[in-house]
């Protein structure tokens, strides 16, 4: 235990390699939650989606550049920033997860939902970033069982 954790710090541990995700039931979809505090909705929006225009067509977002095991399609990524980030975590979760979810992600101005239909199949590997907090999957219904 103690020999990882020193292997791990010292950058010489075998990193975890990307796969894919386990089948999901059937009526079922997989989200993922990201979280932080990135101060303004233009830095949040800068850094969670693709730049609109700029000098590279079809530069990548910087969170596409931070999860490089992870195959990312931004129509499949959500962002809210302040008091938009409670409308888009009611999109997705309900219930008792709900409020587990508002529970995690409190005191970040911005989270992040991605459908695991972002990595389009192919094998994954999702993480924190230098400005997210990643807080694993959430199974839910499919839209069209809700």
Do not use: C, K, N, W
Request: net charge negative; glycine share 8%.
């Amino acid at each position: 235990m103690i020999g990882r954790l020193i292997a791990r710090l010292l950058g010489l541990a075998p990193r975890p390699e990307a796969r894919r995700a386990a089948p999901l039931p059937p009526e079922t979809r997989r989200v993922h939650l990201f979280s932080g505090t990135l101060g303004s909705e233009a830095e949040a929006m800068a850094y969670v989606m693709p730049p609109m225009e700029g000098p590279v067509a079809d530069a990548p977002a910087p969170l596409t550049v931070d999860l490089p095991e992870a195959f990312l399609d931004p129509a499949h990524v959500h962002m809210g920033y302040g008091s938009g980030a409670e409308p888009l975590l009611e999109r997705f979760f309900s219930d008792e997860m709900l409020l587990d979810v508002r529970h995690i992600t409190a005191g970040a101005d911005t989270v992040v939902v991605i459908d695991e239909a972002a990595m389009g199949g192919f094998p994954f590997m999702l993480q924190d970033t230098p400005r997210l907090t990643y807080h694993g999957p959430f199974e839910l219904p499919a839209p069209a069982a809700r």
